[in-house]
C-alpha cells in the first residue's frame, strides 16, 4: 500500500519568506508526527497529532513554526519568516496511534534550503 | 528529560567482519526501535524491540535490548557492502509518542 508521502522534496526559499510543508500520513493512521533533521541537530522532534486530541507542540521551536491537520489526515507545517538556522530535511511520520500499534513508518522529507 | 546515546559514531569495518554498535538511554523505557538511512533517503524501519531481553535478527543484523541495563545492540554480522549507511536508535516511552533519536552511526563497509 502507499506509504507516507511529503511534498514538495525540495524546497529553497529565501530568508524572511513563509513556507509551507504537506505531508501524507498512510491511509487510516491517526498519530502523525513532523521531526527535522539537520547537521548540527541531528532528528528533533517538532509536533504531534494524535486523533482529535490538541497536538504537543513542545518540540516547535520557535513561535515561527506552526502545523495543522485537517480533517484527521493531511497535515501542513508552516514556517514564517524563514532564517537561515530553518534549513534542514522535514521529515514526516505516521503510526497506527493504537495500544499495540506505534511503530511510526516515514516519508520521504522535504530538503529546504533557506538563501 | 530522555537522552539517547549511541556509540560508535563512526565505523568503518571490512567486509566478513563482525561489529556491533550500542546505543544506551537515559530513562526506564521497554520500546526501542532501529532504522536504517541511506544518503538521501528517509528512515527505514529495521526493528522494533517491546520488552527485556528481546532479541530480533534480520540477515545479517541482530538487535537486543536489555532494559535493566538501558542498553540495545545492533549486532553486524560478516559485514558485506550493502550494509554501508547509517544507522538511528530510538525510544519512546511509552509508545504512540515521539522518538528520540541517537545521533546515528555512519557504517561504512569496505573491501
Known amino acids: 500500500g502507499a506509504g507516507v508521502s511529503q511534498s514538495p522534496s525540495n524546497k529553497v526559499t529565501e530568508k524572511g519568506k513563509d513556507v509551507e510543508l504537506r505531508c501524507d500520513p498512510i491511509s487510516g493512521h491517526t498519530a502523525l508526527y513532523w521531526y527535522r533533521q539537520s547537521l548540527g541537530q541531528g532528528l528533533e522532534f517538532l509536533i504531534y497529532f494524535q486523533g482529535n486530541s490538541a497536538p504537543d507542540k513542545s518540540g516547535l521551536p520557535s513561535d515561527r513554526f506552526s502545523a495543522e491537520r485537517t480533517g484527521g489526515s493531511v497535515s501542513t507545517l508552516t514556517i514564517q519568516r524563514t532564517q537561515q538556522e530553518d534549513s534542514a530535511v522535514y521529515l514526516c511520520a505516521s503510526s497506527l496511534g493504537g495500544m499495540l500499534a506505534y511503530e511510526q513508518y516515514f516519508g520521504p522529507g522535504t530538503r529546504l534550503t533557506v538563501t | 528529560e530522555l537522552k539517547v546515546e549511541q556509540n560508535p559514531l563512526f565505523l568503518s569495518m571490512q567486509e566478513g567482519k563482525n561489529y556491533t554498535i550500542y546505543c544506551n538511554y537515559s530513562t526506564t523505557s521497554d520500546r526501542l526501535y532501529w532504522y536504517r538511512q541511506d544518503p538521501g533517503k528517509s528512515l527505514e524501519s529495521l526493528f522494533v524491540l517491546l520488552s527485556n531481553g528481546a532479541v530480533k535478527q534480520e540477515g545479517r543484523l541482530m538487535a537486543s535490548l536489555d532494559t535493566k541495563a538501558r542498553l540495545s545492540t545492533l549486532h553486524i554480522t560478516a559485514a558485506v557492502h550493502d550494509l554501508s549507511a547509517t544507522y538511528f536508535c530510538?525510544?519512546?516511552?511509552?509508545?504512540?509518542?515521539?522518538?528520540?533519536f541517537g545521533k546515528g552511526t555512519r557504517l561504512s563497509v569496505i573491501a
Open positions: 530510538a525510544v519512546d516511552i511509552t509508545g504512540n509518542t515521539p522518538l528520540v
